[in-house]
């Protein structure tokens, strides 16, 4: 077992809207098992310290650890590289990630900043709207005929690769992305959620100025596709501050012609 200072310090799980306090239990069981501390929990049902740890035994520091918070851009906002988890395909184009070859992006990541993977609610799964402020997802793959993992389980395969890439990082076969979709240069922090909430409120501004008696579905579409454009080219901190200043400026100049 590493001794040194591990990256999976800095990669929190985000669930939102869990419902079952048994998997939230069983989800902080996990990231003892597995080296990791940050869980966050969005607008839970229900959470209750002591039945967690009737259930999760010998996770109080973890428990007491534990934050909730009232909404996901809130628990993303100090977060560089998001991903979520989805087992079934989207509309929207994303990067797409099984977890062995995700794991080795997010520790080169959480080396220098704090990466967030994003569970969404048991019955469900995450909306759409959610996977809009994700980087990319990471899909476990699963026999066709019934492809849904429990939540605890999606976390506990995720959380098993993210230690094996960290505690045993030749073993095997690379299963890196690929050079298409590399991720930046982990000296290179990537824009927080709080800067690519400043940046994607940016652009809503100058679609407002540009369109001002557009319709507001086409303009939502049309915001939603430059989000999902502009995740994917994974902006960096200083790129996405010059970016909103950018968009900013456009707005108020098309404001006055």
Same mark, same amino acid.
């Given at each position: ?8 310090? +800095?990669?929190?799980?985000? !669930? ?34 002591? +039945? ?30 998001? !991903? ?140 939603? +596709?430059? +989000?999902? !454009? ?28």
């Amino acid at each position: 077992m590493p001794m040194q200072p591990s990256p999976l310090d +800095r990669v929190a799980l985000v !669930l939102y809207q869990p419902q079952d306090v048994v998997n939230v239990a069983a989800i902080i069981r996990v990231m003892s098992n597995f080296g990791l501390s940050d869980l966050r929990l969005v607008e839970p049902a229900a959470f209750d310290p002591h +039945r967690i740890a009737g259930i999760a035994h010998h996770t109080e520091p973890l428990i007491a650890r534990t934050r909730r918070f009232p909404t996901l851009e809130a628990a993303l906002a100090d977060c560089g590289l998001t !991903l979520g988890t989805t087992g079934r395909p989207r509309e929207t184009e994303r990067q797409v990630l099984p977890p062995r070859a995700a794991a080795p992006m997010i520790l080169d990541q959480a080396r220098t900043q704090r990466v967030a993977i994003l569970f969404g609610p048991e019955r469900d799964g995450l909306p759409n709207a959610a996977l809009d402020l994700c980087h990319g997802v990471i899909t476990i793959p699963t026999h066709p005929f019934n492809r849904s993992l429990n939540l605890a389980q999606a976390a506990l395969v995720i959380a098993y690769e993210l230690w094996m890439a960290w505690t045993q990082p030749n073993d095997g076969p690379a299963h890196r992305p690929p050079a298409a979709a590399a991720p930046p240069d982990a000296t290179e922090s990537l824009a927080t959620g709080a800067e690519r909430e400043a940046l994607f409120a940016a652009v809503d501004e100058l679609l407002s100025a540009l369109y001002p008696g557009g319709s507001p579905g086409r303009r939502s579409s049309a915001a939603a +596709r430059l +989000r999902a !454009l502009l995740l994917r080219a994974q902006p960096r901190r200083e790129e996405a501050r010059a970016l909103t200043n950018l968009l900013r400026h456009a707005a108020r100049t098309g404001r006055r012609s």
